[in-house]
C-alpha cells in the first residue's frame, strides 16, 4: 500500500492581541492534526513590515478586528492598497450587514464571527483550508483570463497589421481560421467565388483573398468543432455549383484546411501554416473536402 503524501503546513498570519484568543486558536489546529505554521503578532503595523519583507511565505491572514487602537479593517485596507497576493480573514465578536459590507470594500476575502462558547474554534481548521484553496482558484482563474487577454491582444494587433484584412475579435477568445484553395483561373470566377463565400458566413466573420487562388475565412464565436465542420459544408455545396462565366459554365473544386486558435497556434501567421498544412493534405486524398489539422496530427 502506497504512503499518502503529507498535506503541506497551512502557513498562518495571525493578528491577535488577546492571549487567551492565541492559544485556543493554537490548539484548534493540534486538536484538529492538520499541519499548521503559525506566526503571531498583537498588533498590525509589525505584521506589515514582515509582509513587506516576505508576502510570499504565508498561505493567509487572520486579524481581529477588536485590535486596540489598530482595527483589523485598517490592516485589510492596507493589504489591498499595497496590492498584495494574500487573503485576508477578519474575525469579529459580532457580525452585521454594515460590516460584512466594509469588509468587502476593504478587501477582505472573508470574515468570520467569534463564538462566545468557542464553537468556530472546531471548524476553523477545515474553513481555513477551504478560504485558501478559493482564493487559489480565483488566482489562477484572473491569471488564466489576463494571458488570455494578452494572447487575444497580440493576435488581433498581428490580424490588424496585415493590408486588407478586418478582423472581429470573439470576447470568448475562440477563433476559427480557415484556408481555401480553388483550382480556378479568372478574376470574374474569383470575384463570384468570393461573394459565394461571403453568403456562407456571419457579419462578423471575414472573407478574403489572400494570394492567387486562395482565400481565407476568419469565423468568430464557433464554440465547437461540429459547427465549424457545418460551414465547411455548406462552403463545399455551394461551391459545387455551376458558375455562370459569360454564357459559359465554369465547375471548381475546393480544398478546405481548418486550423483552431488557440489550440493549432496563437498568432496569425502559425494558424495559417496549420490550415495550409491541412489543406494539402485534403488535395492529396481528391479535392472537395475539409479537414483539421489536428486530425492530421492524431494520424501521424
Not at 69 to 88: M, Q, R, S, Y
Not at 93 to 117: C, H, M, Q, R, W
Not at 154 to 165: E, H, T, Y
Amino acid at each position: 500500500m502506497a504512503a499518502s503524501i503529507p498535506d503541506k503546513p497551512l502557513r498562518i498570519l495571525l493578528i491577535e492581541d488577546n492571549p487567551h484568543d492565541v492559544q485556543a486558536f493554537r490548539r484548534a489546529f493540534e486538536s484538529n492534526g492538520r499541519p499548521v505554521e503559525i506566526e503571531h503578532h498583537e498588533r498590525g503595523e509589525t505584521a506589515q513590515a514582515v509582509l513587506k519583507k516576505a508576502t510570499a511565505a504565508f498561505d493567509i491572514a487572520v486579524v481581529d478586528q477588536g485590535l486596540p487602537g489598530d482595527p483589523g479593517l485598517d490592516f485589510c485596507k492596507w493589504v489591498l492598497a499595497e496590492g498584495l497576493l494574500l487573503p485576508t480573514v477578519l474575525l469579529t465578536v459580532t457580525g452585521s450587514e454594515t460590516l460584512a459590507v466594509e469588509a468587502l470594500k476593504s478587501g477582505v476575502f472573508d470574515y468570520l464571527i467569534k463564538n462566545p462558547g468557542g464553537g468556530h474554534l472546531k471548524l476553523l481548521p477545515t474553513v481555513l483550508a477551504h478560504i485558501v484553496r478559493r482564493y487559489k482558484e480565483q488566482l489562477d482563474h484572473e491569471r488564466a483570463d489576463e494571458a488570455l487577454r494578452k494572447e487575444r491582444d497580440l493576435f488581433q494587433a498581428a490580424i490588424n497589421s496585415m493590408p486588407g484584412i478586418f478582423y472581429f475579435f470573439d470576447r470568448k477568445g475562440k477563433y476559427l481560421l480557415w484556408n481555401k484553395n480553388f483550382e480556378a483561373a479568372g478574376d470574374l470566377l474569383l470575384k463570384e467565388v468570393a461573394g459565394r463565400l461571403a453568403s456562407c458566413v456571419r457579419e462578423t466573420d471575414t472573407v478574403f483573398r489572400f494570394g492567387g487562388d486562395e482565400f481565407t475565412i476568419v469565423l468568430t464565436d464557433l464554440n465547437n468543432r461540429e459547427a465549424a465542420a457545418k460551414v465547411a459544408e455548406n462552403v463545399n455545396e455551394i461551391l459545387s455549383k455551376p458558375f455562370e462565366l459569360r454564357k459559359r459554365k465554369a465547375s471548381i473544386g475546393a480544398s478546405i484546411g481548418i486550423s483552431l486558435y488557440p489550440t493549432d497556434g496563437t498568432d496569425p501567421e502559425s494558424l495559417m501554416k496549420r490550415a495550409d498544412e491541412a489543406m494539402y493534405s485534403v488535395k492529396e486524398r481528391g479535392k472537395n473536402h475539409y479537414r483539421f489539422i489536428s486530425d492530421e496530427e492524431k494520424i501521424a
